[in-house]
């Protein structure tokens, strides 16, 4: 059973910064797409950023130039840096592995940011 967990969600100001990680198994994670969505109220499930196995990364235009999606091989780690908030960036955000035509998603995390 594949488990992804996540951590770093909170209430922040606009024009904050928050860092969300998400720890994924050993085994497959060296050669697993990561990426991170979020889903607001009333909202369809969006895709934030992404980076596959090779490093290759993919953002939402919203979010261009404001979030930095990494990946840590050696800690089974994806990060995302997310500065510049904005209060439409409020959602729960979900950290989303796949690999082979598999996809997993962790349990999401808050974030909040007041105006």
């Known amino acids: 059973q594949v488990q992804l967990v996540e951590s770093g969600g909170g209430l922040v100001q606009a024009g904050g910064s928050l860092r969300l990680s998400c720890v994924g198994p050993?085994?497959?994670?060296?050669?697993?797409?990561m990426g991170w969505y979020r889903q607001a109220p009333g909202i369809q499930r969006e895709l934030v950023a992404r980076?596959?196995?090779?490093?290759?990364?993919e953002y939402a235009d919203s979010v261009k130039g404001r979030f930095t999606i990494s990946r840590d091989d050696a800690k089974n780690t994806v990060n995302l840096q997310m500065n510049s908030l904005k209060p439409e960036d409020t959602a729960v955000y979900y950290c989303?592995?796949?690999?082979?035509?598999?996809?997993?998603w962790g349990q999401g995390t808050q974030v909040t940011v007041s105006s």
């Open positions: 989303n592995l796949q690999y082979r035509g598999y996809v997993y």
């Open positions: 050993r085994n497959i994670f060296s050669i697993s797409a």
């Open positions: 980076i596959e196995s090779r490093g290759r990364t």
